[in-house]
């Protein structure tokens, strides 16, 4: 089955502790994206990647970091979580830039107290 | 800095009748528009995409696009309490523009009252 898988799908942490959420594709795509979600400001775009080793940030970068070493993986990093990063997560990926469907994982709900 | 508009709603719509989303792009060399459908804690999934002027029908859905007004929309017939929702217009600069070139509205709200 066709998935973007994301891991763990809830987390309640504390300030500053160093936590990683995993993403991963099966289908081979090329672009893949990570996503916040807040009530009232929509998905907002925190980094994306094109391919591996090429990523850049969205509009919403700081305080996060991500690396692409495989294709099927995007790992979301927080090295120092701060409450303000208390959002819903989504990964996401697609084929390419033009008209590509872009396909969501099941999300990631943070909590960082 | 290319927006997507859409009103955030609710919009409350009737068991049976239509439901007309509404959203608006700023950038005039958007080449493909997607709508997405998103539960409460859940996430987006596509209902269908348009990249022609005009009108696409999938089932109840009907997808409508107009460039030179920059704006498309999706209407629900025979509207369910399953559709019950926030519904997202995501816009597809293709090549040229900066980022990813996929940007979202923040989506609107929907009511379907039994």
């Known amino acids: 089955e066709a998935q973007v898988t994301q891991n763990p799908r809830y987390l309640i942490t504390v300030t500053g502790k160093k936590l990683t959420v995993t993403c991963s594709q099966n289908m081979n795509h090329e672009y893949m994206s990570w996503y916040r979600q807040d009530p009232g400001l929509g998905l907002r775009q925190i980094y994306y990647s094109m391919n591996v080793e090429v990523t850049d940030k969205g509009d919403v970068p700081e305080g996060y970091k991500v690396s692409r070493k495989e294709k099927r993986n995007f790992p979301l990093i927080l090295e120092s979580p701060s409450p303000n990063q208390t959002s819903l997560y989504f990964c996401?990926?697609?084929w390419g830039r033009g008209t590509d469907t872009q396909y969501f994982g099941p999300g990631t709900r943070l909590t960082v107290l | 800095q290319k927006e997507v508009e859409q009103n955030s709603g609710p919009l409350s719509v009737p068991e049976g009748a239509i439901a007309s989303l509404n959203c608006t792009y700023s950038d005039r060399g958007s080449q493909s528009f997607f709508w997405y459908r998103q539960y409460s804690g859940k996430s987006p999934e596509l209902i269908m995409f348009i990249y022609s002027n005009g009108d696409k029908e999938d089932g109840r859905f009907t997808a409508q696009l107009n460039k030179a007004s920059q704006y498309v929309s999706l209407l629900i017939r025979d509207s369910q309490p399953s559709d019950s929702a926030t519904y997202l217009c995501a816009v597809n600069i293709g090549s040229g523009g900066g980022a990813d070139g996929l940007t979202f509205g923040k989506g609107t709200h929907l009511i379907i009252q039994p």
């Open positions: 996401a990926s697609r």
